[in-house]
């Protein structure tokens, strides 16, 4: 009986199974590259501590006893937790890719003394001032206040059903613009993601945001057409920030040994997460463990570094 008795607060972390990405995630329109090579999520598996699974965890090094996450269920998980939408990572990845939604800039209200008060509608959308495509709000004022003074500049707008049209308008002086010349609207700003690459995650939300990197991996694989893998069985674990650096987890040995078990052979951690993998010889183990600050600079090791 004494043998399982709980230990209030702790949990035991086990090596879990290894997790193939090819059929975690697609992207429309872009196939992965044809390539041996596999990206493989490290998962970690968790126990309600008992004295019993205390004492294996002293015997066995890659389990540990270590203090409950008052947030983290105790079930089978990567450990941590992410929506099921996975906003953050497809954030990543497109701006890790080059890929920037575009800005969708609309009209909110048209301060009185507006010189197209009467011409245009709360809802539309401002889509060129001068020529010059939008790309954020702040474009209006700055281009305004590059032209000559007291010249039309055209302005084109997309009413909510479609319909294009087309205004030129003469700048006046704007109160709220301290006199300044300007156009009087009062502009709105969102990203248009509706353009964007469509991704689809078939697991469902992971019990944890350690996957983030090696599926961002194999998304920046598809996005950018590159064989990152060259024959290779990827691992690794690590949360990503909306920066693209690697945030940091728990269980890394654990995640160590999935990774070895699965035959792995690079195997990715993050750098402030290094000590807990403390004497272990980082060029020489298998898989080869490399430490790395965020997502491009995985991209970046794998294309220098000899398959």
């Not at 997790?19 to 975690?24: H, I, L, P």
């Not at 700003?189 to 509706?194: F, L, P, R, S």
């Given at each position: 009986?004494?043998?399982?008795?709980?230990?209030?607060?702790?949990?035991?972390?086990?090596?879990?199974?290894?997790?193939?990405?090819?059929?975690?995630?697609?992207?429309?329109?872009?196939?992965?590259?044809?390539?041996?090579?596999?990206?493989?999520?490290?998962?970690?598996?968790?126990?309600?501590?008992?004295?019993?699974?205390?004492?294996?965890?002293?015997?066995?090094?890659?389990?540990?006893?270590?203090?409950?996450?008052?947030?983290?269920?105790?079930?089978?998980?990567?450990?941590?937790?992410?929506?099921?939408?996975?906003?953050?990572?497809?954030?990543?990845?497109?701006?890790?890719?080059?890929?920037?939604?575009?800005?969708?800039?609309?009209?909110?209200?048209?301060?009185?003394?507006?010189?197209?008060?009467?011409?245009?509608?709360?809802?539309?959308?401002?889509?060129?001032?001068?020529?010059?495509?939008?790309?954020?709000?702040?474009?209006?004022?700055?281009?305004?206040?590059?032209?000559?003074?007291?010249?039309?500049?055209?302005?084109?707008?997309?009413?909510?059903?479609?319909?294009?049209?087309?205004?030129?308008?003469?700048?006046?002086?704007?109160?709220?613009?301290?006199?300044?010349?300007?156009?009087?609207?009062?502009?709105?700003?969102?990203?248009?993601?509706?353009?964007?690459?469509?991704?689809?995650?078939?697991?469902?939300?992971?019990?944890?945001?350690?996957?983030?990197?090696?599926?961002?991996?194999?998304?920046?694989?598809?996005?950018?057409?590159?064989?990152?893998?060259?024959?290779?069985?990827?691992?690794?674990?690590?949360?990503?920030?909306?920066?693209?650096?690697?945030?940091?987890?728990?269980?890394?040995?654990?995640?160590?040994?999935?990774?070895?078990?699965?035959?792995?052979?690079?195997?990715?951690?993050?750098?402030v997460d290094a000590p807990?993998?403390?004497?272990?010889?980082?060029?020489?183990?298998?898989?080869?463990?490399?430490?790395i600050h965020s997502l491009?600079?995985?991209?970046?090791?794998?294309?220098?570094?000899?398959?």
């Amino acid at each position: 009986m004494v043998a399982w008795l709980p230990i209030p607060n702790h949990t035991i972390l086990l090596p879990g199974p290894a997790v193939a990405t090819f059929d975690q995630v697609d992207v429309e329109g872009h196939p992965r590259p044809d390539d041996p090579g596999e990206y493989l999520i490290s998962t970690v598996y968790q126990r309600p501590a008992t004295t019993w699974w205390a004492l294996r965890a002293l015997l066995q090094s890659d389990w540990s006893l270590v203090a409950s996450d008052p947030e983290m269920p105790r079930s089978q998980t990567s450990v941590g937790y992410e929506d099921s939408e996975h906003q953050i990572l497809r954030r990543v990845v497109f701006h890790t890719c080059g890929i920037e939604p575009p800005v969708v800039v609309s009209v909110l209200d048209l301060t009185a003394d507006s010189p197209l008060k009467g011409q245009v509608e709360p809802g539309d959308r401002v889509t060129h001032v001068a020529g010059v495509p939008l790309r954020m709000v702040r474009q209006v004022r700055e281009i305004v206040q590059s032209q000559p003074p007291g010249e039309k500049i055209p302005v084109e707008f997309l009413r909510p059903d479609g319909r294009a049209y087309r205004l030129e308008t003469v700048p006046r002086p704007i109160k709220g613009l301290s006199g300044e010349p300007g156009l009087g609207l009062l502009l709105s700003g969102h990203e248009d993601d509706d353009n964007l690459p469509k991704i689809r995650f078939h697991s469902g939300s992971y019990e944890g945001n350690s996957s983030d990197l090696i599926l961002g991996l194999d998304l920046c694989e598809r996005l950018l057409n590159l064989d990152l893998r060259r024959g290779r069985r990827v691992s690794g674990s690590g949360g990503l920030d909306m920066e693209g650096s690697l945030t940091s987890v728990r269980g890394l040995r654990q995640k160590f040994s999935c990774a070895r078990q699965a035959k792995a052979d690079i195997f990715f951690v993050p750098i402030v997460d290094a000590p807990q993998l403390q004497g272990m010889d980082f060029q020489a183990s298998h898989p080869r463990i490399v430490p790395i600050h965020s997502l491009s600079e995985a991209i970046y090791w794998l294309q220098r570094a000899k398959p």
